[in-house]
């Protein structure tokens, strides 16, 4: 494989990063609601599923996959020079949709790029190079929105600075698209992934390496979703599904929209407290650092523990610091209140490591001998929709005030870790496998737009 478009895909990402925030924080900017913001949420975090399966089949089909790229990139350009031109927070929702259902669904088509004329053997390697590139890109994109008010001010002014910012990443997804015109490799029209254990074995690379910056506040990830829904027989996994395993995919159901639900407010939550954009672009990015650079480390304890136990406490901890955030945010200096929330939103970045890899290893652990892919596959799905029914929740409370959103959020993941507690204990350490060091990006399901991310 030829690394040399990967580099333009690791500018693109640079705008998909900037973007994922940057268009809340826009639509607070207009005078959002909470029902509103929660609205951008959901509706990112709905497309992404039915665009990723649709994009997938077809690239799989027809093999022309540069077309579909070159799109994505192109789409994202437009809708990042348009936004900052829009005063309707409908129009918005509309445009922010747009670049999110082509963001999402190019990501199994990118997954066949890398892994086209590659050996299976090389396959890993492969996809954790992807990810490293488009991984870095996004962090960039989220360090580039927290240096920019300052640096935009005294270049543009500060009446400007957002339209700026808008701008400066739509020129990155669109120098983005020229590079890729000219460097992505030129399939032809054969089926690429010609068989089920060929795409359950993709399936299990994306679910078994590391997640990274995006991860941390997306918890579904799109390409995952493709690739272990494909063949799917939910007859079948339903004649063979037990107690533990319906407990816990209930308990998954539960934590994902509580999840979503605090972070589908938060921007405004945020903003309303004083932070300017580029504090709120840091705060995001300590609480994905956390959780990108302890992944590692959760996957050797899910090697080593009780899995049930450490999601259920690395769940109840989550729980407690959602309402903290609201508490701490808004105490004493504004330089205060800033640190207690970047240490909380820390902490919430290193749960979200242990919940993600420790979540794997119990679908893993819990679904019928045959039957694993198939079952993370229904696991991942539950993400996706949990995120858009969270995302509207926590936008309702949020109308009745930020501390009761954010407590709906927390009752949802304590409920979660209650079932998850309740699971039989195992009676045998599972055999989780650590991630792979050299893999950092997972496009994932805490939802809102905003990983060093594995499977973007």
């Given at each position: 494989?030829t690394?040399?478009?990967?580099?333009?895909?690791?500018?693109?990402?640079?705008?998909?990063?900037g973007?994922?925030?940057?268009?809340?924080?826009?639509v607070?900017?207009l005078?959002?609601?909470?029902?509103?913001?929660?609205?951008?949420?959901?509706?990112?975090a709905?497309?992404?599923?039915?665009?990723?399966?649709?994009?997938?089949r077809?690239?799989?089909?027809?093999?022309?996959?540069?077309?579909?790229?070159?799109?994505?990139?192109?789409?994202?350009?437009?809708a990042?020079?348009?936004?900052p031109?829009?005063?309707s927070?409908?129009?918005?929702?509309?445009?922010?949709?747009?670049?999110?259902?082509?963001?999402?669904?190019v990501?199994?088509v990118?997954?066949?790029?890398?892994?086209?004329?590659?050996?299976?053997s090389?396959?890993?390697?492969?996809?954790?190079?992807?990810?490293?590139?488009?991984?870095?890109?996004w962090?960039?994109?989220?360090?580039?929105?927290?240096?920019w008010?300052v640096?935009?001010?005294r270049?543009?002014?500060?009446?400007?600075?957002?339209?700026?910012?808008?701008?400066?990443?739509?020129a990155?997804a669109?120098?983005?698209?020229?590079?890729?015109?000219?460097?992505?490799?030129?399939?032809?029209?054969?089926?690429?992934?010609?068989?089920?254990?060929?795409a359950?074995?993709?399936?299990?690379?994306l679910?078994?390496?590391?997640?990274?910056?995006r991860?941390?506040?997306?918890?579904?990830?799109?390409?995952?979703l493709?690739w272990?829904?494909?063949?799917?027989?939910?007859?079948?996994?339903?004649?063979?599904?037990?107690?533990?395993?319906t407990?816990?995919?209930?308990?998954?159901?539960?934590?994902?929209?509580?999840?979503?639900?605090?972070?589908?407010?938060l921007?405004?939550?945020?903003t309303?407290?004083?932070?300017?954009?580029?504090?709120?672009?840091?705060?995001?990015?300590?609480?994905?650092?956390a959780?990108?650079?302890?992944?590692?480390?959760?996957?050797?304890?899910?090697?080593?523990?009780?899995?049930?136990r450490?999601q259920?406490?690395?769940?109840?901890v989550?729980?407690?610091?959602?309402?903290?955030?609201?508490?701490?945010g808004g105490?004493g200096?504004?330089?205060?209140?800033?640190?207690?929330?970047?240490?909380?939103?820390?902490?919430i970045?290193?749960?979200?490591?242990?919940?993600?890899?420790?979540?794997?290893a119990?679908?893993?652990?819990?679904a019928?001998p045959?039957?694993?892919?198939?079952?993370l596959?229904?696991?991942?799905?539950?993400?996706?929709?949990?995120?858009?029914?969270g995302?509207?929740?926590?936008?309702?409370?949020?109308?009745?005030?930020?501390?009761?959103?954010?407590?709906?959020?927390?009752?949802?993941v304590?409920?979660g870790?209650?079932l998850?507690?309740?699971?039989?204990?195992?009676?045998?350490?599972?055999?989780?496998?650590?991630?792979?060091?050299?893999?950092?990006?997972?496009?994932?399901?805490e939802?809102?737009?905003?990983?060093?991310?594995?499977?973007?």
């Amino acid at each position: 494989m030829t690394e040399r478009w990967l580099y333009s895909w690791a500018l693109g990402s640079v705008a998909f990063g900037g973007a994922s925030l940057l268009v809340p924080l826009y639509v607070v900017q207009l005078g959002a609601s909470p029902v509103e913001l929660g609205l951008l949420a959901a509706t990112a975090a709905a497309i992404g599923a039915p665009g990723a399966i649709l994009f997938g089949r077809l690239a799989n089909r027809v093999g022309h996959r540069r077309p579909l790229v070159l799109a994505t990139l192109a789409t994202v350009a437009a809708a990042l020079a348009v936004v900052p031109l829009l005063d309707s927070i409908t129009a918005v929702v509309v445009a922010n949709a747009a670049l999110w259902l082509v963001v999402s669904s190019v990501a199994p088509v990118t997954t066949m790029l890398v892994v086209d004329d590659a050996p299976e053997s090389a396959w890993d390697e492969c996809i954790g190079r992807l990810n490293t590139y488009q991984g870095y890109g996004w962090a960039v994109g989220l360090v580039l929105g927290a240096v920019w008010p300052v640096v935009g001010s005294r270049l543009v002014g500060g009446g400007s600075v957002t339209r700026a910012l808008f701008w400066l990443l739509a020129a990155c997804a669109a120098v983005s698209s020229i590079g890729a015109a000219r460097s992505l490799p030129r399939t032809g029209g054969e089926v690429h992934v010609t068989s089920e254990r060929e795409a359950r074995r993709i399936a299990r690379l994306l679910s078994g390496t590391r997640r990274g910056i995006r991860g941390a506040t997306f918890a579904f990830s799109p390409n995952r979703l493709y690739w272990s829904t494909r063949g799917l027989d939910l007859r079948r996994l339903h004649r063979r599904l037990d107690a533990p395993l319906t407990t816990y995919l209930v308990a998954a159901v539960l934590f994902f929209t509580g999840f979503a639900a605090f972070w589908a407010p938060l921007p405004l939550f945020l903003t309303d407290i004083g932070f300017d954009a580029g504090r709120v672009f840091a705060l995001y990015l300590a609480s994905s650092v956390a959780s990108a650079v302890l992944y590692e480390g959760a996957g050797r304890f899910a090697a080593r523990y009780d899995v049930r136990r450490l999601q259920s406490g690395a769940l109840a901890v989550r729980g407690l610091l959602f309402p903290t955030v609201a508490v701490v945010g808004g105490v004493g200096t504004a330089s205060l209140g800033f640190g207690a929330a970047g240490v909380a939103l820390a902490a919430i970045g290193v749960t979200w490591a242990v919940i993600a890899v420790v979540g794997t290893a119990l679908v893993t652990r819990l679904a019928p001998p045959g039957l694993r892919g198939e079952t993370l596959g229904v696991y991942t799905a539950l993400g996706a929709l949990a995120g858009g029914a969270g995302s509207l929740l926590g936008g309702w409370v949020a109308t009745f005030g930020y501390l009761p959103a954010f407590g709906a959020a927390a009752a949802l993941v304590l409920a979660g870790a209650v079932l998850v507690f309740s699971l039989p204990a195992p009676d045998r350490q599972p055999t989780a496998r650590a991630p792979d060091a050299t893999t950092a990006q997972d496009a994932g399901a805490e939802t809102t737009p905003g990983d060093l991310s594995r499977d973007a």
